[in-house]
């Protein structure tokens, strides 16, 4: 089992940059692939980027590509999502999930076991 705590969130206005982070408990942190999803009011829960459980060629989806940045350091027990140039359609609740047994970074919310609590984004214009 491993337990999931965002944090980072907040306001901001658009064009300025967040970082969130997220603390795993436990000792096997490395041995999950991670991913960072948001949702919006009224949309699904979508994968906004991945890395794999060494790091490597991280996934992005297209909306942020060139914007954010997923990092992960295996020795904090932590993943980190840099996000520059926020737009407000980039306003959502972020989450971040664990994946304990996928081979490739997964993009459905179905191949995450563990999930944190969800940290608020807000971009204003």
Same mark, same amino acid.
């Given at each position: 089992?491993?337990?999931?705590?965002?944090? #980072? #969130? %907040?306001?901001? *206005?658009? %064009?300025?940059?967040?970082?969130?982070?997220?603390?795993?408990?436990?000792?096997?942190? /490395? $041995?999950?692939?991670?991913?960072?999803?948001?949702?919006?009011? #009224? &949309?699904?829960?979508?994968?906004?980027?991945?890395?794999?459980?060494?790091?490597?060629?991280?996934?992005?989806?297209?909306?942020? &590509? #060139?914007?954010?940045?997923?990092?992960?350091?295996?020795?904090?027990?932590?993943?980190?999502?840099?996000?520059?140039?926020?737009?407000?359609?980039? $306003?959502?609740?972020?989450?971040?999930?664990?994946?304990?047994?996928?081979?490739?970074? %997964?993009?459905?919310?179905?191949?995450?076991?563990?999930?944190? *609590?969800? $940290?608020?984004? $807000?971009?204003? /214009?």
């Amino acid at each position: 089992q491993v337990q999931l705590v965002e944090s #980072g #969130g %907040g306001l901001v *206005q658009a %064009g300025g940059s967040l970082r969130l982070s997220c603390a795993a408990s436990g000792r096997t942190f /490395s $041995t999950y692939i991670m991913g960072w999803f948001r949702q919006a009011p #009224g &949309k699904e829960r979508e994968l906004v980027a991945g890395i794999r459980r060494s790091g490597g060629t991280p996934y992005y989806a297209d909306s942020v &590509k #060139g914007r954010f940045t997923i990092s992960r350091d295996n020795a904090k027990n932590t993943v980190y999502l840099q996000m520059n140039s926020l737009k407000p359609e980039d $306003t959502a609740v972020y989450y971040c999930a664990a994946d304990k047994w996928g081979g490739v970074i %997964g993009r459905r919310v179905s191949e995450y076991e563990h999930w944190g *609590q969800g $940290t608020q984004v $807000t971009v204003s /214009s």
